[in-house]
């Protein structure tokens, strides 16, 4: 699995011309999920992006998690970020699963996010969204599984 992870102000995701979530400031989570990706994959990676410590505490200095400061989570499903770029001008998606692969694992990493504690909303699976960032610094991460 692979994240892009990106601190925000706040954020909003919207199908159809409708709004289908929204956040205050946290986290944006772009997730990719590969083939070969497993539950285990989306445990760590839910546990390692919700305590990646890339808040400011009072010194200005990233000591802080998304649990420390009780931040809203936006979780997107994006298999684009396993888009493999090296040869031609058109992305390759070969690693990226198949929904019948990815919409399951995409679900538990989101109840392995909610079981924190922490607000979670998501997009809609393989729907066209809208994704509206304010990113925050910026600070944007590659975050993955293995």
């Given at each position: 699995?692979r994240?892009?992870?990106?601190?925000v102000?706040?954020?909003?995701v919207?199908?159809?011309?409708?709004?289908v979530?929204?956040?205050g400031a946290?986290?944006?989570?772009l997730?990719?999920?590969?083939?070969?990706?497993?539950?285990?994959?989306?445990r760590y990676?839910a546990?390692?992006?919700?305590n990646?410590r890339?808040?400011?505490d009072?010194?200005?200095?990233?000591?802080?998690?998304a649990?420390?400061?009780?931040?809203?989570?936006?979780?997107?499903?994006?298999?684009?970020?396993?888009?493999?770029?090296?040869?031609?001008?058109?992305?390759?998606?070969?690693?990226?699963?198949?929904?019948?692969?990815?919409?399951p694992?995409?679900d538990?990493f989101?109840?392995?996010?909610?079981?924190?504690?922490?607000?979670?909303?998501?997009?809609?699976?393989?729907?066209?969204?809208?994704?509206?960032?304010?990113?925050?610094?910026?600070?944007?991460?590659?975050?993955?599984?293995?």
């Open positions: 699995m994240a892009i992870v990106q601190r102000s706040k954020a909003s919207s199908v159809d011309d409708e709004v979530a929204s956040i946290g986290l944006v989570i997730l990719g999920v590969k083939a070969d990706d497993s539950v285990d994959d989306a990676l546990e390692k992006c919700i990646l890339i808040f400011s009072e010194q200005g200095k990233f000591n802080l998690s649990l420390d400061v009780k931040g809203d989570i936006l979780v997107i499903s994006q298999f684009t970020v396993y888009g493999d770029t090296r040869k031609g001008r058109r992305p390759s998606f070969i690693e990226a699963a198949t929904p019948d692969i990815s919409e694992l995409y538990q989101i109840e392995f996010v909610a079981d924190s504690g922490l607000a979670v909303r998501s997009g809609r699976f393989a729907a066209h969204m809208l994704v509206e960032i304010y990113n925050d610094g910026p600070v944007t991460l590659i975050v993955e599984s293995k």
